[in-house]
């Protein structure tokens, strides 16, 4: 008579119907987990806590057991899990049954966030960017990482924080560096000096300006012109014709590349009177002219409104403007507004009232 194996009795006792125990005609052996809290969960998906295996059979006739003790997995397992195989005798009869137990309680490691583009100038970024985050996991593997999008705030060393979560839950964070400016700048402060066939435009730059570019163009004179670009705070355009009016474009970029562009526009004259025709100014004006030979004097007269507020006989080519003076009995002040100015040379003693040509005649203009 052949020799069977245990599982084989078993087979065969059921083939023939033969009366078993209740228990051993069950045949049942499960696996149950719980949580550290004691709550029950899936075996075979990973966790992030520890899992506690425990085994359930009906122990009525039991007579041994094999790998079923009770189980706490407090590490990591590997990959493909753990797994455990149950397998309980009631006497002749065996059954058993297996469980495999995930368990991965280290958060992934964030590697890396990639910009959806390059920076917008010279590293910088000045307008949102979206950084998708990359990073690896072991032994779940990952899930998902974030995409983060950053839009301020304005910072050269700003930085941008996201993570990845893995299968069992654990989730990592992480920050990177991104520099990133979207204010334009404080626009220039400019003014425009004509002078003979040369305009000289100088600036005076927000803190944060990293160049200027000016840019000029006149009507009918074809396309415009680049006639600087870089860091000084001030430049002069030549080689233009008198009496044609000159527009121009300061534009100050930051080192972000946001830019703030000043539009203004001057004549080129060959007149020596100054501060230049229509001169913007924020303090008082030296008004000066050219010398003429012979002249001993010259008198010097203000107008504002088409009223005379002011006549002085300077001994030099120049006059320096007060904040405040009196005008024949009356005060004045240099008031927010447009004043022209006109200047003749005065010859011998100034009791002779001799007088030359008018030298010229200009306008500035005092700011609020």
């Known amino acids: 008579m052949p020799i069977l194996t245990a599982a ?14 209740s228990a051993a005609r069950a045949g049942t052996v499960t696996p149950a987990c719980t949580l550290s809290d004691d709550s029950p969960t899936s075996c075979d998906v990973w966790h992030s806590d520890q899992v506690t295996l425990r085994w359930g059979w009906d122990p009525s006739g039991e007579t ?13 397992t590997p990959a493909g899990g753990t797994t455990v195989t149950c397998t309980v005798n009631w006497q002749t009869i065996f059954a058993g049954n297996t469980a495999t137990v995930l368990v991965d309680r280290t958060p992934p490691v964030v590697a890396s966030a990639i910009p959806a583009r390059a920076p917008d100038h010279d590293g910088w970024y000045n307008h949102p960017v979206a950084f998708s985050f990359q990073g690896s996991d072991t032994p779940s593997g990952l899930a998902s990482c974030a995409t983060v999008v950053y839009s301020g705030p304005d910072s050269a060393s700003g930085s941008v924080t ?11 964070t992480a920050s990177f560096p991104v520099a990133y400016d979207s204010s334009p700048p404080a626009p220039a402060q400019v003014i425009a000096a004509p002078g003979n066939r040369s305009i000289t435009l100088s ?6 300006a990293a160049v200027v570019s000016v840019v000029r163009s006149a009507t009918g004179a074809g396309a415009a012109q680049v006639v600087y670009d870089g860091r000084a705070a001030r430049a002069t355009d030549r080689g233009l014709r008198n009496g044609v009016r000159y527009h121009y474009v300061v534009t100050v970029f930051d080192q972000a590349g946001n830019a703030t562009a000043t539009r203004l526009s001057a004549v080129p004259t060959a007149s020596t009177l100054r501060p230049a025709d229509g001169v913007p100014l924020a303090a008082p004006p030296r008004l000066t002219w050219a010398p003429v030979r012979g002249a001993r004097y010259y008198n010097v007269q203000l107008m504002r409104k088409g009223h005379k507020i002011l006549s002085a006989w300077p001994h030099g080519p120049h006059l320096q403007l007060r904040a405040a003076w009196t005008f024949r009995g009356k005060k004045h002040r240099l008031v927010p507004g447009a004043y022209r100015w006109y200047v003749w040379p005065g010859y011998g003693n100034r009791r002779a009232h001799r007088y030359g040509a008018l030298l010229g005649s200009s306008v500035f203009r005092v700011r609020p």
């Open 203 to 208: 600036w005076q730059a927000p803190p944060d």
């Open 162 to 172: 996201g993570g990845c979560t893995d299968l069992a839950g654990n989730r990592a």
């Open 8 to 21: 084989a009795t078993v087979a065969a006792l059921l083939v023939a119907g033969l009366g078993l125990p």
């Open 64 to 76: 041994g057991t094999n790998g079923c003790d009770t189980r706490t997995f407090t590490d990591d």
